[in-house]
């Protein structure tokens, strides 16, 4: 038996939810990805810990997925563990009047609609970005003029080797598309909210508002990962592509929106190569036309 069967078998000895084999396409929103060896879908932070646990043991490659709204998964698959959180790792609990505390997997625009259910204020530019709390956390996630640190109180997280922390929003180095995280490490396990007490009608009226800018402006009948690369100092990387003549610019299935020049989407098939051909097209021809170096935002699982 090799490491990763033995690793599987121990996943369901213990009870954590796993399968061998499985597209990685159908836990992205890019519809792109091949295989991942093994794919856990733990329900607790122990799962967690023992997910991680038997990977380091076995010396077995792991890769968290929240709702995969922001990664492209290569073709050729994944040579270890994928775990995803989205599935069965998404409560979300009001802790008291002004505070809400939500497990990692759960959807950012779930919570921003739990709030929103409970007439409380602060997470309502959330209710269209398509992330997971752990996500919004990992990049500082925001949206019309709003950002996760704005509202965000506190995160529990689990270090390399497997210890958990209680750190403040004031802890988190919390920037543009930016935290500890991306740096430092860390498993992002559960954040708790700070929310005001406001008028429901206000409140869902503003969400409304915001959706409706959203679907007049963002492709989101399409397969994407959101905006694809990060604005750049003194500039909206959307504007530079669209400048640079690249709205419906394609390699393959692989496109420039022609409603939005900030979200390179898959209109059915597109390879991972051609995505990437696509990013690097995008960057070449923005380069030779503004001087701006766009910097992707997206994660990469490959490999």
């Known amino acids: 038996m090799d490491k990763l069967e033995t690793a599987f078998q121990f996943l369901c000895d213990v009870g954590i939810e796993a399968n061998r084999h499985i597209a990685l396409k159908e ?29 380091k043991q076995y010396r077995i490659d792991w890769y968290l997925l929240g709702n995969g709204s922001n990664v492209l998964a290569m073709d050729e698959g994944f040579d270890g563990m994928v775990i995803v959180l989205s599935s069965n790792f998404h409560s979300i609990v009001l802790e008291d009047a002004v505070h809400v505390r939500a497990q990692s997997g759960a959807a950012i625009k779930a919570v921003s609609a739990f ?63 930016h935290s500890r995280f991306s740096e430092q490490g860390g498993i992002i396990l559960e954040a708790v ?12 009226q503003h969400m409304e508002e915001l959706m409706r800018r959203r679907r007049e402006k963002q492709p989101l009948d399409a397969y994407s ?56 097209q995008v960057k070449e021809t923005v380069k030779a036309h503004s001087g701006y170096e766009l910097e992707c935002e997206i994660r990469f699982l490959k490999k």
């Open 27 to 55: 836990y992205t929103t890019l519809h792109i990805g091949g295989e991942t060896q093994i794919l856990a879908e733990p329900s607790s932070i122990l799962q967690i810990q023992q997910c991680i646990a038997v990977c």
């Open 115 to 177: 709030c929103a259910a409970h007439a409380l204020s602060g997470l309502e530019f959330a209710c269209g970005i398509p992330g997971s709390v752990g996500g919004a956390v990992y990049m500082n996630a925001g949206a019309y003029g709003g950002e996760t640190r704005d509202v965000l109180y506190e995160a529990v997280w689990m270090d390399e080797q497997g210890a958990l922390h209680t750190s403040s929003a004031a802890e988190l180095q919390l920037g543009y598309r």
């Open 225 to 280: 990962a959101g905006s694809t690369f990060k604005r750049p100092q003194g500039a909206y990387a959307s504007a530079l592509i669209r400048d640079a003549g690249l709205m419906g610019y394609h390699i393959r299935d692989a496109q420039v929106s022609e409603k939005h020049a900030g979200f390179l989407i898959n209109q059915n098939a597109a390879s991972s190569q051609d995505f990437l051909e696509l990013i690097q």
């Open 193 to 204: 909210f700070e929310v005001q007490p406001k008028n429901q009608t206000e409140i869902i």
